[in-house]
Every structure is written in C-alpha cells, then in structure tokens.
C-alpha cells in the first residue's frame, strides 16, 4: 500500500528540512523524485544520493514557477505525486507592523506557488487517471500561538486548508486526491530559534502533551500514507502531525 515504485514525484522545498526528508522517503518507496529548490547545489548533493533529479527554482517568484513541471517532465517524465513542501516566514513583526512587501512574498511562496504548481500538475495528473498532492500546512493554520507573531504566515497556512479541500472537490473525478499535513514544532530552519534556549524549550514541552521532541521524520509517515495507495479513499482533509498540541 505505500509502493510508489515507478511514479514521479515533485518535492519543494527539497534542499533542507522536511522537504529533504520526505524527498528521501519517496525515493525510498520506489518514485523518481524531482527536488525543487532556490539552491541547486543542496538539491544537486541530494540528487544524486537518491538517484532523483534537482530543478532550481525561486518559487517567491510567481513567473518562475511555471517552469517547473515541464523541467520534471523533461527529465523524469509526467508527474503523478505534488508535495508541496516549501514555506517561509519573511517578518517577524506583530500584525498592525507586518510591511507589505513581506506579506507579498509570504503569500507568493506558501500559497500561490503551491496552486500554481497543482495546476501545472493537473493534466498529466488527469492524463495519468490518478495523482496525489500534498501541501505542507502548519498548526499556525488552525491556532494562535502566543508569543510567536505570524498573521501572513498563519493567512497562508489556513488557506492552503481551503485550497485543499476545493481542489479535492474539483479534480475527484479525475481520482486526483489532494490533501494537507500540517505539522506543529519540530526543528527546522524556521523554528530553530525556539530550540537555542532552556525558556523555549521549555514553552514547547509545556505544550505538548507527548513527551517527545518532533522531527521531520515524524512527519514524513503522513505524507507517505497520502501520497501512496494506503490514502487512496482520503482527500480534501486537513491531517494535523503536532503531539497533540492543538488537542489541548
């Protein structure tokens, strides 16, 4: 049930972090897998351990990602898995300071790539009579953090939820599934502030009820059940991976 042996996958956000992990565990399941990233040496190095192929591309900038399929195309063949796991934070200021040129480039990276990028997929998706296409969300998406000013970046997370599930709606009838995994703390380049300090470690572990320190690979185990034939009966869903901490 999670065989992915002969697909094509697209990982963004392939040269650190979550995206490196999951791009491995694709590759370990069989796909041919396309890592996608502002840095082609990174995604080169990975490349060629996993036997995948590195497609460097700025995905903050929206005129550059339309050449991002048709380069996976060319050089593993059609698409069948999209994750789009790449996602930043480009201000730190409270919401009534947040400058406008920062929420831009939040939402062109964390939200408008990612439908861009689902709708470069859609045809050899369609063609293919199947696909699976994974965002990579964030709790932020679902609940305030205290202390941790994000609004853009939390706007964004949220509306791949929405995203989500209108795609899923749409594009059912071509048995393409799409579906979020929105991940609470683990480290990151993002969050590794919050790793650097007894105070904060402390805040995390207060907050999560399971006496556990989270990784990236515990969340790759969500995307590797969605993207293969274990998921097939699941789309348009919203799956939280966070230690349970948006259940307290």
Not at 105 to 115: E, S, V
Not at 132 to 161: C, D, E, F, H, M
Request: glycine share 12%.
């Amino acid at each position: 049930m999670f065989d992915l042996d002969g697909r094509v996958a697209i990982v963004t956000g392939a040269s650190s972090g979550l995206g490196a992990a999951v791009a491995r565990a694709l590759s370990s399941a069989g796909a041919r897998v396309a890592l996608v990233a502002r840095r082609h040496d990174k995604l080169a190095a990975l490349a060629e351990q996993i036997g995948g192929a590195a497609v460097a591309c700025d995905l903050s900038d929206p005129g550059r990602v339309g050449s991002v399929v048709p380069a996976v195309v060319e050089a593993l063949g059609p698409p069948e898995i999209l994750v789009n796991a790449a996602g930043n934070m480009f201000t730190t200021e409270r919401a009534e300071s947040e400058p406008l040129d920062a929420v831009r480039q939040t939402m062109d990276l964390n939200l408008l790539a990612p439908f861009l990028l689902a709708q470069g997929v859609f045809p050899h998706m369609r063609a293919a009579g199947r696909g699976s296409i994974v965002n990579i969300s964030s709790i932020s998406g679902r609940v305030g953090i205290p202390g941790i000013p994000q609004a853009s970046y939390a706007a964004t997370k949220a509306g791949l939820s929405g995203l989500t599930a209108e795609l899923a709606v749409q594009w059912a009838r071509h048995s393409i599934r799409v579906n979020t995994v929105a991940p609470g703390f683990f480290r990151s380049e993002i969050t590794a502030p919050l790793y650097e300090g007894e105070r904060s470690l402390e805040y995390l572990r207060r907050n999560t009820p399971l006496p556990l320190e989270g990784t990236a690979d515990d969340i790759v185990g969500a995307v590797l059940w969605l993207t293969g034939d274990a998921g097939r009966y699941v789309t348009g869903q919203t799956i939280v991976v966070d230690g349970g901490w948006t259940a307290r």
